[in-house]
């Protein structure tokens, strides 16, 4: 399955909306950055889409393990450093709470950190390219 997102900046703004089908959210700049501070940066995006993966990832196979999960909480931590900025390396957290002895609850983090997708990928160093370019100018070359 192919999985494609957008980002749209509103007219006038640095600010924008993210979509992937149905589903919305706001990516902007802090506001001492030149942005409007209404959003998620992409640093953000990015430590939110391993947390959000392995916070998945826990629930599916708890299901496919026949264990009850109550609660779950990842927390994911990074910066950027350098010129071009690249992460650090990138650490996360998992407390999880469920209707199992703690040895299996263990023992589903470790699975779930092992086949979890985003984290998976970016240990693997997944390529990242630019595609298609599209530019519309005003024709205006002065200042």
């Not at 950027?80 to 690249?86: I, K, L, R, S």
Request: hydrophobic letters at 40%; glycine letters at 14%.
């Amino acid at each position: 399955m192919t999985i494609e997102v957008r980002t749209r900046s509103l007219p006038g703004a640095v600010t924008a909306l993210g979509s992937a089908g149905a589903y919305t959210l706001v990516v902007d700049r802090p506001a001492d950055a030149g942005g409007g501070g209404l959003g998620f940066n992409g640093g953000q995006l990015l430590y939110l889409a391993v947390a959000g993966c392995v916070s998945n990832d826990l629930f599916r196979e708890a299901r496919a393990a026949g264990l009850d999960l109550h609660r779950v909480e990842v927390t994911v931590r990074g910066d950027f450093t350098g010129e071009p900025a690249v992460s650090t390396e990138v650490r996360y957290d998992v407390r999880v709470e469920g209707d199992a002895p703690p040895e299996l609850l263990r023992a589903l983090i470790e699975r779930v950190d092992a086949i979890a997708e985003i984290p998976n990928s970016l240990r693997g160093g997944t390529s990242v390219r630019l595609g298609r370019t599209e530019v519309a100018g005003t024709g205006r070359t002065d200042g």
